[in-house]
């Protein structure tokens, strides 16, 4: 018996981790079934409207779909330990819930103040800086890369 052995339970115990084969005709129809998912999620990007949030959702689904597929079967979750797949869907979860948070917050900000919920253009980000520095709150920058918005010169 080699020290690799000993280390691991011996060269008859494989431990309590099997590890499950698929044929290679099963993983290539999962492969082709995520181009087919694929192709879907293009042709219903260009040809199909359902309003943003309606193809934001539709994508979203698809590629939770696709993900769920390659999770389930390339990664061999779907033969894996069951603890492993709740696991991974409350990390999901925790990651939707603070996405979701992160949403509300950024889609009600006109609720609260109009003004802060604009988007800010290069421009008014200028004029506020150049304020700053004539007030004397801000250093101005010997650098190049305060005018890196500005065009070059002709």
């Not at 597929?69 to 330990?81: C, I, K, P, S």
């Not at 800086?129 to 065009?151: M, V, W």
Request: charged letters at 20%; aromatic letters at 10%; proline letters at 3%.
């Amino acid at each position: 018996m080699s020290a690799h052995d000993t280390q691991h339970g011996g060269a008859d115990d494989h431990g309590s981790h099997g590890h499950h084969v698929v044929s290679w005709q099963f993983l290539f129809g999962i492969l082709v079934l995520l181009l087919i998912l694929t192709g879907l999620t293009v042709y219903t990007a260009l040809e199909v409207y359902l309003g943003d949030t309606g193809n934001l959702l539709l994508a979203l689904f698809i590629a939770s779909f696709k993900a769920a597929l390659v999770v389930g079967f390339f990664m061999h979750l779907h033969w894996d330990n069951k603890f492993n797949a709740v696991a991974l869907l409350f990390c999901l979860l925790a990651g939707v819930t603070f996405i979701g948070f992160t949403a509300i917050d950024i889609g009600s900000r006109h609720m609260v103040d109009p003004k802060r919920a604009e988007m800010m253009t290069p421009e008014v980000v200028k004029q506020a800086r150049e304020r700053a520095i004539a007030e004397g709150r801000l250093e101005p920058d010997n650098d190049d890369s305060a005018n890196q918005n500005e065009s070059p010169p002709e």
